[in-house]
């Protein structure tokens, strides 16, 4: 009897230890990514949406099917008959609202960071050309604004003054206020005989005020170039502090511009990369 009440005992108190260190961890947990639910909670769950944009449709036509669909028509210089011809040709494509590949790591990491501290996960996802509606809900979009009609519209909206622009046929950050600008894609040689190469995007954070009265969040990620835009959510994470800083100091609105700077060796494996926030400012409408 003794020695069933002594392991009845131990079990008790081992489960009570368990407990306590699931409690302990849970504790730690909430702790550690206190700072991140603190800035994610707006863009969590189902009151959130989640926009990304859609990449220009592209007609698929070799020099040979193009001589055979444009032959005849060119010899007469009938432009009306070659726009004819050439929407049918493309209502015969396929046509899929790709979405950027950059804009889709982000998306995907987003998603990832977002599991690891136990927030919800991204839950509604829209294309940019569905219509936006009224009902207050908070945006995440992801995409610069030569992919992302609504990124284009909401930092119009609130006077943000870093845009995604083209600039001798090259993507670059514009800043509006100081007439400069930034984050044009360098490539750079190294003396490893490899290369650095350094991209840039922008973040937007604000409020803004729905029809209905009511007011909504959004937050921007805005890829100039290539990687940009998974740079921009890796910022959200890692540089998090800065971000949450910015926020503090802005609370109806900022926007920061985020350099990715990645140097590869002569086989092109990463070596290093580096991502950085610089330029923040209140938005001009906060």
């Not at 020695?3 to 079990?11: E, F, G, K, R, W």
């Not at 840039?200 to 005020?209: F, K, P, S, W």
Request: aromatic share 8%; net charge neutral; hydrophobic share 45%.
């Amino acid at each position: 009897m003794g020695v069933s009440l002594d392991v009845a005992i131990n079990l008790i108190a081992a489960f009570i230890g368990l407990l306590a260190g699931l409690a302990w961890q849970a504790l730690a947990r909430r702790y550690r990514f206190r700072g991140r639910r603190e800035f994610w909670r707006p863009f969590s769950g189902k009151g959130c949406t989640f926009v990304v944009g859609q990449l220009r449709s592209e007609i698929l036509l070799d020099a040979e099917a193009a001589d055979e669909l444009f032959h005849e028509v060119l010899d007469r210089a009938d432009r009306r008959k070659m726009v004819e011809r050439l929407t049918t040709h493309l209502d015969s494509q396929e046509n899929s609202g790709l979405i950027g590949l950059g804009d889709l790591q982000a998306l995907m990491y987003i998603n990832r960071r977002l599991a690891e501290a136990g927030i919800p996960r991204v839950l509604a996802v829209v294309n940019a050309a569905t219509p936006e509606g009224d009902d207050g809900r908070n945006f995440v979009l992801i995409g610069g604004e030569d992919v992302n009609a609504r990124t284009r519209a909401l930092t119009e909206r609130v006077g943000c003054s870093y845009r995604n622009v083209i600039r001798a046929g090259r993507n670059a950050v514009f800043d509006s206020r100081l007439d400069e600008y930034h984050g044009i894609r360098e490539v750079h040689a190294e003396a490893t005989n490899g290369t650095a190469t350094v991209e840039h995007g922008v973040i937007v954070r604000a409020l803004r005020r729905e029809p209905t009265g009511r007011h909504s969040a959004f937050l921007v990620f805005a890829g100039a170039h290539g990687l940009g835009t998974l740079a921009t959510a890796r910022a959200a994470f890692d540089n998090l502090d800065e971000l949450a800083a910015y926020h503090r100091k802005y609370p109806s609105g900022f926007e920061c511009v985020v350099r990715y700077v990645r140097q590869l060796n002569a086989r092109g494996e990463l070596l290093k990369e580096t991502i950085e926030t610089f330029g923040a400012r209140p938005l001009a409408e906060a």
